[in-house]
């Protein structure tokens, strides 16, 4: 399967925060293609300054490109406050949240961190790759969680992803990193035992950041047909604070990237090394 059913989320909407690139922008491209209304969120609409470039903007005219529609939203993820003004925003002029994205994280300090020992890294790096996504998660939780609710009550997605990893549970790139990754997978766990009752699924995907020997690299948007799929199935609610691979919800519901590939499920190991 190389392109998702454009019915298979029609008449949803969708929060995408972190939308200006990469997983976040690939999740928010395939949930527009799977036909949900996607807001796309990031700290500004326009072009981000520096080599990496993007924006919720572009994120917001590749998914009209392909038919489907959306907005994009200037929010400083990292501003409690700012979150809930977000969402009580969306409230008013939407009506609600029926899928909710966090993938939130600050790529600054974190690319000259790889490798690097504790010791090493500098002072924002916790800052960047643990406060400040971890809180942004915690904070559109628990404001669109009412959202969500009656979403899930009307039959709805009614489904939180937070975007996660292997280095919750295995080391991965440098301490810092893996520490906030298990607090993203701590905080599905936990919030889905508060949420139970709700009927709102809360679970955390894991995409697969390099290739695997004699395999092409999974894409961004092969994270968000997982996604996509996942706010499909009449069975999300079993995954409720569980994590899944990318390629577990390929294998699972039978579907490629964008390129025709489909991709196997990575092993769970320490990539830890003495030698740098």
Sequence with gaps: ??????NLLAGQVALVLGASRSIGRGIAIELGGA?????????????????????????????????????????????YDA?????????????GIDILINS????GEFFPSIGQRIWETSADLFEQVVTIPTRAAYAAIRHATPLLADSAKAGRAGLIVNISGRAGTAYRYNVAYGVGKAAIERLTRD??????????????????GHALPGQPPET???????IAHLAASPDRAALSGQHRWSAELGADHGFSDEFG?????????????LER
Excluded: K
């Design 1 to 6: 399967m190389t392109d998702t059913n454009p």
């Design 35 to 79: 036909g949900a209304y996607v807001i796309a969120v990031s700290r500004s609409t326009g072009a981000s300054e520096g080599a990496r470039g993007g924006s919720s903007q572009e994120t917001i005219d590749m998914i009209r490109e392909m038919g489907g529609d959306g907005e994009a939203i200037a929010c400083d993820c990292a501003d």
């Design 83 to 95: 979150v809930g003004r977000l969402i009580d925003d969306i409230r008013t002029r939407h009506g």
């Design 104 to 107: 939130v994280f600050l790529a």
């Design 191 to 208: 919030a889905a035992l508060d949420l139970r009752e709700l009927g709102v699924t809360i679970a955390s995907v894991w995409p697969n």
């Design 220 to 226: 961004p948007r092969y994270t968000g047909r997982a």
């Design 261 to 273: 590939h489909f991709h196997p499920i990575p092993p769970l190991i320490d990539e830890y090394s």
